[in-house]
């Protein structure tokens, strides 16, 4: 019998193309919708899943309190690793560092070919904690051989071309390596990203390997614990902290910063869960390793409930499409009623039908999801290959018949309840108060969402342009940002390739600084302190004499470094901010002119040194921050190169290009614009805006659709009442906005329900953020006019068709 009725069900959709075409297509974008963007809510809800037993591995984290802004770090002095090894309760503890800063990574060398490696060099039982396996090769012995090298499936395609690298050369910065074992490739979801695994043991872990074994020198790293069921994990964080608080190495501070420090530990140690460690946004990144990709806990509840809420403005347009049919068809169902069909019969037609439909709008869905896959990653900058699985054909199916299921059931109700002979007796089709006032209520909700989504679109997307534009203290147009693998000072290839760019073709001049403006990878503070004993703790900036030159950055008071009056690597002249000549207790920047101040070398001896400027702000941070007090000093001791250019810098690179091998031939050269570095910092609103935008988009289509379907129906339910007030001289202007009108109060009352709550979203939105663009309301009122404006020209051709509307026509039926 089910099939039977399917059957008619399918013949009855075939004399109804267009009405089947809008509803599949509709309700496929949104089941498409929802499947990406859940794709991506479940990859970041099951972020470390693979781990073994990860609900009892913890990440040990450290907060420096030298630091007066107390970053925490998920990186924890080595030393601990033993300690935790030997505590009750903990089953395993390992570590891990990058086999290179992030900053620079592992280059290798492939038939002359150069590659960029994630590279981690990691403990003894770090293969056991996160469970891999290798697919070739002995994983334990390779990672015990000083001249091996395990990679995953996916970098050994990369660099051989085959999965089959078992066996395979390659040259890491001139040392010959052997892949020893080949890996499963890692889930993309994991803060522990890599594409080769290195041992303590190896050629390339000379520099770290008594550290990471023995953590005498108190140097940072990753350490993961494993812990029973039955442990006492606070305890386990007191028995840390105790080897943190007695560990000599972590004590040489000076005496000032003992005083600031007064009865609080050095750092704070504390545990946190491994499947929770995605949603960790506090966590600060270093030169060692940065913070990773993370993410807010609240917007990826928020884009769930996107996904869902895009699924049911969908199922909208198909409950109101719906509906109109049956009450159009109540006359042929009060006919097959009077003929013996009973209302049990004709509900299960209508069920298969809103199960066809939602069988073959999943079908197309799936197909659309599968296609905008690659797009939607890059869109949201996630590697999502693997968000459509086998298994995602179980909830889909459920999908398909709880949307049936709740799809069919207002129209069903409808055909089930009118009386047979209301309907054969009336010369239109009927609709009670009830139904009516539904499909306005969900038309309503449909132009709700799209006043919301717009809203908080625009005000994403206009602050995150704002800081995009926000001035940085300097023009970057016509500068580029070079890192190199070995600072300047101490390393004569270095100082080479920056005599060699000064002269080449298209450069004006070139600056080395300890990093790029705008960027957070080589960050350090120090004490600075007044004879008269006022101190503070600010970040120090070491920049070469021609730097502030080459940015065109002129002094709020006093000078700044100049080539022709300062020598580079002087420590003696000093240039502050303001916000550090007032935390350092002058009572405006000019009285710091002249001024000594100490600060303290990396081996903390007293360095004195002289006021001689105040530098303006420069964005050495986002919007997101405040600004911080800064010292600049005269080193040559980064290893971020400042190049301004003629104004062509796409010629300057490829100079760079083809004279960096010259000096680093075993390394990669990265350039960057610097408005690209400055953009980074945004990197995440802007592909929020742009998700928002995507759904706003869909979301502004399905209220057109819905509000054409209502306008529609109201014009041919009430063509007789249009005609009489034609033929009592009503004006066409008069006819349209009769039609219009309707539209327009369901718009006032969709804001009216829409513009408070994006409001309050759009507020905890901006109170992220330390400086906001001048926006006001503006954004509620440009979403409230374009939502207006679709919802009115979806409307205004039934409008027209009211218009134009013959008397003589209507009146015959």
């Not at 006919?335 to 039908?353: D, F, H, N, T, Y």
């Not at 990669?668 to 759904?695: C, G, H, T």
């Amino acid at each position: 019998m089910l099939l039977t009725t399917m059957r008619h069900s399918a013949r009855a959709l075939r004399r109804e193309p267009a009405y089947a075409a809008i509803v599949i297509v509709t309700l496929a974008i949104g089941i498409a919708s929802a499947i990406l963007i859940l794709g991506l809510v479940r990859y970041c809800w099951q972020y470390n899943a693979e781990v073994p037993d990860v609900e009892h591995v913890y990440v040990v984290k450290q907060r420096d309190n030298v630091d007066p802004t107390g970053p925490w770090y998920d990186q924890a002095p080595l030393l601990l690793r033993s300690v935790a090894a030997a505590a009750p309760g903990v089953a395993a503890a390992t570590g891990y560092l990058p086999s290179r800063p992030e900053t620079a990574g592992l280059t290798v060398n492939v038939d002359g070919k150069l590659h960029a490696l994630k590279s981690l060099t990691v403990l003894p039982g770090f293969v056991e904690m996160l469970g891999l396996r290798a697919v070739q090769g002995d994983l334990a012995t390779t990672l015990e051989a000083p001249d091996q090298i395990a990679v995953t499936e996916l970098t050994a395609m990369r660099l051989f071309g085959t999965k089959q690298a078992l066996g395979r050369s390659l040259f890491a910065e001139g040392k010959l390596l052997r892949v020893g074992a080949v890996l499963r490739t890692p889930a993309a979801n994991t803060t522990m990203p890599f594409e080769a695994l290195l041992g303590t043991d190896s050629t390339l872990a000379a520099d770290v390997r008594d550290e990471m074994r023995t953590g005498l020198k108190g140097w940072p790293g990753k350490l993961l614990v494993r812990v029973h069921t039955s442990a006492s994990v606070p305890m386990l964080v007191r028995q840390l902290q105790d080897a943190v608080d007695g560990a000599p190495a972590l004590h040489q501070q000076t005496p000032d910063i003992k005083a600031r420090l007064g009865r609080r530990p050095v750092m704070d140690i504390a545990l946190a869960r491994l499947d929770a460690a995605y949603f960790d946004t506090g966590i600060k990144g270093n030169f060692i390793a940065s913070a990773g990709q993370r993410g807010d806990p609240v917007v990826v509840a928020g884009l769930a409930a996107v996904a869902v809420l895009i699924l049911v403005l969908a199922s909208i347009n198909f409950v109101n499409l719906a509906t109109v049919r049956v009450v159009r068809r109540q006359r042929e169902l009060a006919m097959r009623k009077v003929l013996g069909a009973s209302a049990w019969s004709i509900a299960l037609e209508l069920l298969a039908e809103a199960w066809l439909i939602t069988f073959l709008a999943a079908a197309v869905g799936l197909l659309l999801a599968w296609l905008a896959l690659p797009l939607f990653s890059t869109l949201v900058g996630r590697q999502l290959n693997d968000a459509l699985t086998i298994g995602d054909l179980g909830w889909v199916g459920i999908l398909v018949v709880g949307l049936g299921l709740l799809t069919a059931a207002w129209p069903a109700w409808i055909a089930w309840s009118v009386p047979s002979a209301k309907s054969l007796a009336g010369r239109t089709a009927t609709e009670s108060r009830a139904t009516a006032r539904l499909r306005r209520s969900m038309t309503v909700a449909q132009l709700t969402a799209a006043i919301g989504f717009a809203s908080v679109t625009l005000a994403i997307a206009w602050q995150t342009s704002y800081a995009m534009r926000a001035s940085p203290g300097f023009d970057p147009a016509s500068i580029l940002i070079v890192d190199m693998p070995e600072q300047v000072k101490y390393s004569a290839p270095a100082r080479g390739l920056m005599t060699a760019l000064a002269a080449a073709p298209g450069v004006q001049d070139v600056a080395v600084s300890d990093d790029a403006i705008g960027r957070h990878n080589d960050t350090w503070r120090r004490d600075l302190k007044r004879p008269d004993g006022t101190s503070a703790t600010m970040e120090i900036k070491q920049v070469s004499r021609n730097f502030f030159m080459l940015y065109a950055i002129k002094p709020e008071a006093g000078r700044l470094f100049d080539r022709t009056l300062d020598h580079d690597d002087d420590s003696v002249p000093l240039v502050l901010n303001a916000l550090a000549a007032r935390q350092l207790g002058f009572a405006d920047a000019r009285a710091a002119l002249g001024q000594i101040v100490i600060t303290t070398s990396f081996d903390n001896k007293p360095v004195p040194g002289r006021v001689i400027g105040i530098a303006p702000p420069l964005r050495f941070q986002s919007l997101r921050e405040a600004p911080t007090p800064m010292a600049f000093q005269l080193s040559t001791g980064g290893s971020a190169l400042s190049v301004r250019t003629d104004g062509d810098p796409a010629k300057v690179v490829n100079v760079i290009r083809s004279i960096w091998p010259s000096y680093f031939p075993s390394a990669i050269a990265s350039i960057q614009p610097a408005s690209s570095v400055l953009a980074a910092n945004y990197a995440d609103d802007a592909r929020m805006a742009s998700l928002l935008a995507l759904a706003t988009g869909i979301a502004l289509t399905l209220a057109a659709c819905g509000t054409y379907v209502l306008s529609a129906d109201t014009v041919q339910r009430r063509a007789r009442e249009i005609v009489l007030r034609k033929l009592h001289g009503a004006s066409d202007s008069a006819i349209g906005l009769l039609v219009l009108r309707g539209v327009g109060t369901m718009l006032l009352v969709a804001a009216l329900i829409g513009l408070p709550v994006a409001a309050v979203v759009i507020a905890r939105y901006l109170s992220t953020w330390v400086e906001t663009a001048p926006v006001g309301y503006l954004t509620l009122l440009l979403a409230f006019v374009v939502t207006s404006v679709v919802a009115l020209a979806a409307a205004s051709r039934q409008a027209w068709i009211a218009m134009k509307v013959r008397p003589a026509n209507a009146l015959r039926m």
